[in-house]
């Protein structure tokens, strides 16, 4: 199990805080004016809210921003005894930002992210979520998983027999070269970015958790009528913000999701992957940011 982290690491874990929901300790981070509207992030898997680092302050010149990592990812805790449903990560977020006091804020979500988001909104529609939501964005998650195509790994994960076998001979450049895959230009990100991704996993033992955490890719499936019903009776402003190059979030996902819910704008980022945040981040804050203007 790894406890330390490195230098950059424990930079980001000073600038925010941990809030205890629910016996666990999850980490939070609140950038800009508290006056601002509030903007809440939903990261994505295996990695955490660093994957925003370097969009964040461009955010936060324009709201309050708020993003926590969720349980079993990233500073938070990664306990063993703990089903990582997509449901309980639903309950989690919406307890953190109860605890902050948020009544109302923007909504932001990136691949796993994306799929707490639809339970979020299956919420919302029947008068369960404890705050106004005032608009949506979506950026390359598989929503539709018929329309995707998931990692071989994300795959042998979910499995019973072989998931804590590909969990435990994981490898940082293992891991690494299957980030590489997924960006449209593997050379945009730096080999230190890269292991700051891998020693977030590592922290608190999350490399155990691997298979617990890709079993949502069922929950995708199991509970799609609910989150895909959610999404095609949204009525608050929508945004599909996609690198178009994703290899795994196709763009048949962004346009399926642009045409079912009412009035959705989509932005192509041309020549980016599953990580636009990280492989352009002026690119990405601009076409995040156009849709608020």
């Known amino acids: 199990m790894s406890t330390a982290l490195p230098p950059r690491l424990r930079d980001w874990r000073r600038q925010g805080s941990a809030l205890k929901i629910y016996r666990h300790r999850v980490h939070v981070w609140t950038l800009g004016d508290p006056g601002a509207e509030p903007l809440v992030l939903l990261h994505g898997f295996p990695t955490s809210s660093y994957d925003f680092h370097a969009v964040v302050e461009a955010l936060a010149l324009r709201f ?15 306990p063993e005894d703990y089903s990582y449903s997509l449901l309980e990560q639903a309950e989690v977020a919406m307890e953190v930002w109860r605890q902050l006091g948020l009544k109302r804020a923007h909504l932001l979500a990136h691949d796993y992210g994306t799929s707490i988001a639809t339970e979020l909104l299956a919420r919302r529609e029947r008068g369960l979520l404890a705050m106004d939501l005032l608009s949506v964005t979506l950026c390359n998650g598989s929503v539709h998983l018929d329309l995707a195509r998931p990692l071989w790994t994300q795959h042998l994960l979910r499995s019973g027999t072989l998931g804590p076998m590909v969990a435990l001979l994981s490898t940082s450049g293992f891991f690494k070269a299957r980030i590489r895959s997924t960006l449209a230009h593997p050379e945009s990100l730096p080999e230190t970015e890269l292991n700051l991704m891998w020693e977030s996993i590592l922290y608190k033992g999350g490399k155990a958790r691997m298979p617990q955490l890709a079993s949502y890719l069922d929950e995708r499936q199991r509970f799609r009528e609910r989150w895909i019903g959610a999404l095609t009776r949204l009525n608050v402003p929508a945004h599909i913000l996609w690198g178009r190059r994703d290899p795994i979030a196709l763009p048949a996902v962004a346009r399926q999701l642009a045409s079912e819910i009412p009035d959705a704008r989509l932005t192509w980022l041309e020549e980016l992957g599953h990580y636009p945040m990280l492989e352009d981040p002026e690119r990405w804050s601009q076409g995040a940011l156009s849709f608020f203007s």
């Open 64 to 78: 309050y921003v708020i993003l926590h990592d969720h349980l079993g990812f990233g500073l938070s805790d990664k």
